[in-house]
């Protein structure tokens, strides 16, 4: 799958890009890769909630599959500091969530560790 593809899916999921986060790296990642984030994505219900799920895709150039990561956090919007020192961090809901959400799309074939291929 192509991440334009990847990306269509998430717009129509109702996620926005997210032009504030950080730029992040798999170096701390449990899967053996490294590489630099290709795009960060939020959704958020309302635009002002207190919470967003945040989405990270790493494309893995070996094999066409790209990482999904996701997690629920405190929005950057309404809660700037308790964000920056990533209070309110839940990776597990969030991959949990994201897994979820991607049930009801046609994009497969992904797995529950957020690996799209």
């Given amino acids: 799958m ?9 717009r129509q999921l109702g996620f926005r890009r997210n032009p504030v986060a950080f730029l992040k790296s798999r170096a701390w990642s449990p899967f053996d890769a490294d590489g630099i984030s290709e ?3 939020v959704w958020r219900s309302p635009l002002l909630a207190h919470r967003q ?6 494309d893995n150039e070996d094999d066409g599959s790209y990482d999904v990561l996701a997690h629920w956090e405190l929005s950057w919007i309404r809660h700037p500091t308790k964000h920056y020192h990533s209070e309110g961090f839940d990776p597990v809901g969030g991959r949990e969530e994201m897994y979820r959400r991607l049930v009801g799309v ?5 797995d529950r560790y957020g690996i799209i291929r």
């Fill in 106 to 110: 046609d994009i497969h074939p992904f």
């Fill in 2 to 10: 192509l991440e334009d593809e990847i990306e269509a899916v998430l």
């Fill in 39 to 41: 795009g960060s994505w």
């Fill in 53 to 58: 799920l945040h989405v990270t895709l790493f």
